[in-house]
């Protein structure tokens, strides 16, 4: 496919809006770490009808109405990927600081006991992950057929050559073109249409690193020592990052030849914000036994986009003569300030607990949040909402359907328990459950109809996750106001990595175009995300 393409549209090229919106994106912005102090971690997480933990603000604001005492505390942790490949001088493991909060307690009279205030930072969630995969078969198929797929639109395709045509496809499909991974052709008709570069095998490594910090301020109250109730607004922020490098080659005499390589870094900002409630009960009030219920709002994040993009493949450039000007043809693109909202499904959380004399507690609690019920949507200065509908609504209506039809209700199930076996040393074991947000043969569609995310794809990977299962352990020791926990987390999780994704766009594509036949579909290539994560928590009571 060494043919010649002239590049007059680089020059103009400066700068691609390109966006993160799609459902892999928004599924990273819902879900959440088990994390905290050590007690809660150690615990499976599973306190939010036991209350009496900083963290439990988050899960049931309710929980901090337990306290009657002042409560400060910080948390170091150690995570760690051992299946991992470091990438871009980023480690396996990192030390990270997860957590420190502190409660004012208010002793008021005889009914309404307790006003207590609490505020608390904790990691909400940990982007870090390693993904590498080594020479993986893909089948005769190229990333080109994805830049293929999607420089079809639904009234043929468009000539990439024109500059109002480029303007029209994704940046990465943009690039396939300028470096020749994508040549036009012509059918027996005369009919315009683009082949794509075939390949044998593939590399790929991307490593993801940052968070979501979450800071929740808290007002609970106590009354009667039989109903606590508490509100909590939580502030987020932001930082994500991630870096991939890609690389395709056919071989030749057994030996890899003709190599096309592609980069992408990416960068997310943004903070949001939410609110919740909760409220414990206990029945009968000289049993221990709690009930407790909790209901999170949706969190509204504002978010900011930036990337680069680049390409390099094996065919050779020539200039508007034919002269041949590099054996290779490379080009790169930057995304600059990309604007969107999206807007997370309500949580909700049911938690029974108890306390067995002085020795035992225990807690169990589930919650659910429907992820198919996410939102996209642009600010209201942006011209993106045009491709949404013809109403000018700001929300991205293609997305919401593709959202709807991929990700699907998650449960969570926690499990803890709490053993003093001596006093003032204190054992827990916990088990936390998280089912999997995305639907049988979940893609990265790269022709969302009615959606600003078809003109503006950056990236063709994706990782169907598997359910989460943690198993946690923690350890604690008190000596008057002074206390100390420590906790370890093992989380096992396995994920299906496409490198790209045809299949969903074939059908369309060898009705309009019949040379191109039905193209087939990357098999997944399945990786171990596993964590091992240690934490220690010091705390002062008084």
């Not at 991992?84 to 420190?100: L, T, Y």
């Not at 502190?102 to 993904?131: A, C, D, E, H, P």
């Not at 499990?415 to 074991?429: K, M, S, V």
């Not at 995310?453 to 020791?477: H, K, P």
């Amino acid at each position: 496919m060494n043919k010649k393409i002239v590049l007059a549209f680089v020059a103009s090229m400066g700068m691609l809006m390109a966006s993160a919106q799609d459902i892999y994106k928004v599924e990273s912005l819902v879900g959440s770490d088990l994390n905290g102090t050590a007690r809660f971690v150690g615990m499976g997480g599973a306190m939010s009808a036991l209350g009496a933990d900083l963290s439990t603000m988050n899960s049931n604001p309710a929980g901090i109405g337990m306290y009657r005492r002042n409560d400060i505390a910080a948390t170091l942790s150690l995570t760690t990927q051992p299946n991992g490949q470091s990438f871009m001088d980023i480690d396996k493991s990192r030390v990270s600081f997860d957590q420190v909060g502190l409660v004012y307690t208010t002793k008021i009279g005889s009914k309404l006991q307790f006003v207590n205030f609490g505020f608390n930072y904790q990691k909400r969630r940990n982007f870090k992950n390693y993904i590498g995969i080594d020479n993986a078969a893909t089948g005769g198929l190229s990333q080109a057929r994805t830049m293929q797929n999607t420089a079809f639109m639904s009234n043929g395709f468009v000539d990439l050559a024109t500059d109002d045509g480029a303007s029209m496809v994704p940046p990465f499909t943009y690039l396939g073109y300028t470096t020749q991974m994508l040549g036009a052709a012509y059918d027996a008709n005369g009919k315009l249409y683009y082949e794509g570069y075939s390949a044998d095998a593939y590399n790929y490594k991307r490593v993801q690193w940052g968070g979501i910090q979450e800071y929740d301020f808290n007002l609970a109250f106590n009354v009667q020592n039989q109903i606590y109730f508490g509100f909590t607004v939580g502030v987020h922020n932001v930082n994500f990052h991630s870096a991939l490098k890609y690389e395709e080659y056919a071989l030749v005499g057994g030996q890899a030849a003709h190599n096309y390589y592609s980069r992408n870094e990416e960068q997310l900002k943004g903070t949001g914000y939410d609110f919740k409630a909760g409220v414990i009960l206990r029945p009968i009030l000289e049993n221990p036994f709690r009930i407790g219920f909790s209901i999170s709002t949706p969190t509204w994040y504002d978010l900011t986009y930036d990337a680069y993009l680049e390409q390099d493949s094996p065919f050779a450039q020539f200039d508007d003569n034919g002269n041949q000007i590099s054996p290779n043809t490379y080009n790169d693109a930057t995304v600059d300030d990309h604007d969107y909202k999206v807007t997370t499904p309500w949580k909700f959380n049911l938690s029974l607990g108890t306390t067995i004399g002085k020795q035992l507690a225990l807690d169990a609690e589930y919650e659910y949040a429907d992820y198919s019920a996410s939102r996209v949507s642009y600010p209201d200065y942006d011209d993106y909402y045009y491709w949404s509908d013809s109403y000018g609504s700001t929300k991205d209506m293609g997305l919401r359907s593709e959202i709807k039809s991929q990700l699907k209700g998650v449960s969570t199930l926690r499990l803890g328990a709490e053993y003093n076996f001596i006093p003032g040393c204190f054992l827990r074991a916990g088990y936390n459950y998280v089912s999997s947000p995305f639907k049988s043969g979940a893609y990265l569609n790269q022709l969302v109809e009615d959606s600003p995310a078809y003109y503006y794809q950056a990236n063709t990977d994706y990782v169907n996750l598997s359910a989460i299962n943690r198993y946690t352990l923690g350890f604690g020791y008190r000596s008057g106001k002074f206390y100390v926990d420590a906790a370890y987390q093992y989380q096992h999780q396995t994920g299906d990595v496409f490198a790209f994704q045809t299949q969903a766009n074939d059908a369309q594509m060898a009705a309009e175009f019949p040379m191109l036949g039905s193209g087939g579909s990357l098999a997944a290539q399945k990786v171990n995300l596993n964590r091992h994560n240690f934490m220690l928590t010091l705390g002062f009571k008084f």
